[in-house]
């Protein structure tokens, strides 16, 4: 049997949330954002450190679909194109450097 050495995904993590905050987790697809909001509800094993949670979590899995039309048509989603927030939503979304 080969021992498997393992890299943690994340590594030194230091934040707080205050009481009524808002946090937004961003990044990169395979960043490890998933991992994050897993770790934050215990459902991760951990090779070292802690977290404590005090309150009330709450997660929604992103379920991603697209359908069968242009890349446009699916960010307007039937609306009337703007440039303007079309390359808004593109940026907020982080799929500009896909689009190049």
Same mark, same amino acid.
């Given at each position: 049997?080969? +021992? ?12 707080? #949330? @205050? @009481? ?10 395979? %960043? ?19 977290? *404590?949670?005090?309150?009330?979590? %709450? ?8 359908? *069968? %039309? ?12 703007? +440039? +303007?927030?079309? @390359? ?6 982080? #799929?500009? *450097?896909?689009?190049?």
């Amino acid at each position: 049997m080969v +021992e498997e050495i393992e890299t943690p995904t994340l590594q030194a993590l230091n934040f707080e #949330l @205050k @009481k009524d905050g808002l946090l937004m987790v961003i990044g990169k697809i395979g %960043a490890g954002k998933t991992t994050l909001l897993h770790s934050i509800m215990d459902e991760t094993r951990k090779i070292a450190g802690s977290q *404590s949670v005090k309150g009330r979590v %709450a997660y929604v899995e992103q379920e991603p679909f697209i359908f *069968s %039309a242009s890349i446009q048509e699916n960010i307007t989603f039937g609306l009337i194109y703007n +440039e +303007e927030r079309f @390359k808004m939503a593109v940026e907020a979304s982080c #799929l500009t *450097s896909d689009m190049l």
